[in-house]
């Protein structure tokens, strides 16, 4: 017998869906095909079993799975598309070798950018309705507006509640696959391995109640540290300044603003600030596996800034994450070109709104509220000032520290 279920949104949580195939072979159904464009799922009742699912994004369409995969014991259940999934009935633990899956989390950056676009084009047209809306009332005789009415006011109802259900989908879609990638970037991750010459860094950890007792005893101590990201090798110098006065690093908040150090030993510890567009389990496990200890990942999905630690000997030479000295410049530059190409347009536009505004009040005072924006538009000029010109201003201390 062969039975057909339902699933839209499968391949958003990718994870959730190999744990449900899982428990159809439990209950006797083998996973015989895939339907991508009607999103149907189809079973054949077998005997029950137990197998371990994976599924994969591969673009070049491979006949059969590697070798290493093989002897593993996978093997492939079917390909729809550039969708394949994988099987595995040893039990997880002995399971040693599994599929990559780099494939879904590219792919799904790539339909993030797809909703981003469509949820600025949403929220700039929802903007301008406003906008108008408030034009047309002021300008009304009777100061009343209503595009509802009337015999089409069906259509302007219809535009708008398609359009609130488009924006409801795009940020569901956005959260859940930020979230699926986060778990298979963190899916294959490996602790910290030792190669016999590098000394790796012993990270605590505590229970809530234990920070807690800490905290109250002065052990643990939170230092704010905003912005450090405009200016990483001050973060780096400051870290390892902390490390030598016995202020050993615990963690990082989750917005890496706050950093928790408790009180013991000075030690010689290496920080290292990195920023990475695409952080994959291969860029994770490179590292790990030459000694240094991942303290800090950020939550963005455009970019991501991960602080690297790896504690030394002293009067060793200082451990280097990158040995070539032109990747370090690189990094440098590309986080100055970043931060620039955020917030100068606003300091363009800030600073345009603000020159419009005093020409304007030569003609007709400015109110309080006109006032309190022009504040608000310089205080932000400010702000984003300073992140560029400290971003460019770490370019070139690096430059001249190198050549």
């Not at 219809?158 to 259900?165: E, K, Q, Y």
Request: with cysteine.
């Amino acid at each position: 017998m062969i039975i057909k279920i339902f699933k839209p949104f499968w391949s958003y949580d990718v994870q959730k869906t190999e744990d449900w195939l899982a428990s159809m072979a439990q209950k006797g159904y083998e996973l015989i095909r895939i339907n991508r464009l009607t999103r149907y799922f189809y079973f054949q009742q077998v005997e029950s079993n137990v197998a371990n699912y994976r599924i994969v994004f591969d673009k070049v369409r491979n006949p059969s799975l590697s070798k290493g995969l093989l002897n593993f014991g996978w093997t492939k259940v079917l390909q729809s598309g550039k969708w394949v999934v994988t099987m595995n009935r040893l039990p997880l633990e002995q399971i040693r070798t599994f599929p990559d899956r780099e494939g879904i989390v590219k792919h799904n950056k790539k339909i993030m950018y797809i909703f981003t676009g469509i949820l600025i084009y949403l929220m700039v047209a929802f903007l301008n309705v406003i906008l108008i809306s408030a034009i047309a009332m002021s300008v009304s005789k009777f100061n009343h507006f209503n595009v509802f009415s009337g015999p089409y006011g069906f259509i302007p109802a219809t535009a708008l509640g398609l359009s609130v259900i488009l924006c409801i989908f795009t940020v569901y879609s956005l959260i859940t696959l930020n979230k699926t990638n986060k778990r298979i970037t963190e899916e294959f991750l490996q602790p910290s391995k030792s190669n016999g010459q590098v000394t790796p860094l012993q990270q605590i950890i505590l229970s809530k109640n234990e920070e807690k007792r800490l905290k109250n005893s002065g052990q643990l101590v939170m230092k704010w540290k905003p912005g450090w990201m405009y200016a990483p090798d001050r973060l780096e110098a400051w870290l390892e300044g902390m490390e030598e006065k016995g202020y050993n690093l615990y963690k990082v908040g989750k917005t890496g603003a706050a950093f928790y150090f408790i009180k013991g030993k000075p030690r010689k510890v290496c920080y290292y600030a990195d920023l990475q567009n695409t952080a994959d389990t291969n860029y994770f496990n490179f590292h790990m596996e030459s000694g240094w200890a991942c303290l800090y990942k950020s939550s963005s999905w455009t970019q991501r800034w991960v602080v690297w630690g790896q504690e030394y000997v002293p009067g060793e030479a200082k451990p280097q994450i990158y040995s070539d000295k032109l990747n370090q410049l690189k990094l440098a530059r590309r986080i100055a070109l970043t931060y620039s190409a955020m917030f100068l347009p606003l300091i363009i536009v800030y600073t345009y709104t603000i020159v419009i505004n005093i020409k304007l009040s030569t003609y007709s005072n400015l109110d309080r509220l006109q006032l309190i924006n022009l504040i608000l538009f310089a205080i932000l000029i400010l702000m984003f000032g300073s992140y560029v010109s400290r971003t460019w201003l770490y370019y070139n201390r690096l430059r001249k520290h190198h050549l």
